[in-house]
């Protein structure tokens, strides 16, 4: 018997007979998995650095603004969002903060607190004390800012092949650039009479910003005696015009 069993392997292992339509339907299955498991793993990679360079852009977008933003530019930017994602805002959120570090790093543990937040979609908007997204902010200097922008968007995959449903999320910082801080305008709560650093006004600006400013007056602030230099300008004093310099 156990003769017998050995010469049927045998003749079986030197067998060359076979039936190519049998052969290929049992193959053609684990196949075709392959295939859709290939393009799945592909498109997500592709979606997932598509919405990591739109969040770039939109960054890189904001820090170059030196007027306030309103809500009809952050809804401006959400549409854009969507377009470039093509997507629709039940499955895209969108958020927008402007971020401020208040510690004498390296003296000082750093504490991030958040100037403004704007949301577009179902995530809320962040304020107070956001230390816990150090992991997502950059050391920072005393009085920086950054602009941290935050995308999620639902995916689906076309196909199961291991990978269910689930959500991508990208953020990005960038520093301003053409001002040292970005504002926000929001209406009755307005911080667009502040100064932004950047030529909006001298002294007599709303924002008082003679010893703030990066264009307008520049050289004037720079030789006032209350414009005191020091690491991080937080201990400025505005001058006041016509302010004598004698006794």
Not at 8 to 22: C, P, Q, T, V
Not at 59 to 80: C, F, K, N, Q, V
Not at 123 to 142: C, E, F, Q, S, Y
Not at 146 to 165: K, Q, R, S
Request: proline share 4%; glycine share 6%.
């Amino acid at each position: 018997m156990k003769n017998w069993i050995n010469t049927r392997l045998a003749r079986f292992h030197r067998g060359e007979d076979g039936s190519i339509n049998i052969e290929v339907m049992l193959a053609l299955p684990f196949i075709l998995w392959l295939m859709g498991a290939f393009w799945v793993w592909h498109d997500v990679t592709r979606q997932s650095n598509q919405e990591q360079r739109i969040n770039y852009t939109v960054g890189d977008m904001i820090s170059r603004e030196t007027d306030p933003l309103d809500d009809a530019y952050i809804d401006a930017t959400y549409e854009l969002v969507l377009a470039m994602l093509d997507s629709e805002p039940a499955k895209t959120d969108m958020r927008i903060s402007v971020v401020k570090q208040t510690k004498s790093w390296p003296n000082q543990e750093m504490n991030y607190q958040v100037v403004w937040s704007e949301s577009r979609g179902a995530r809320a908007p962040i304020d107070g004390n956001v230390t816990h997204k150090a992991d997502m902010l950059p050391v920072m200097a005393r009085n920086d800012q950054v602009i941290l922008v935050e995308t999620w968007t639902d995916y689906t995959p076309a196909f199961e092949a291991g990978l269910d449903a689930f959500e991508i999320t990208s953020y990005s910082f960038t520093r301003p650039r053409f001002a040292p801080q970005v504002l926000f305008d929001a209406g009755s709560n307005s911080n667009s009479d502040e100064n932004n650093g950047w030529g909006n006004g001298d002294q007599d600006a709303p924002g008082n910003s003679l010893c703030n400013n990066n264009a307008e007056n520049y050289d004037e602030g720079q030789a006032s005696e209350e414009c005191a230099d020091n690491v991080d300008g937080g201990e400025n004093v505005e001058p006041k015009r016509g302010r004598s310099s004698g006794a």
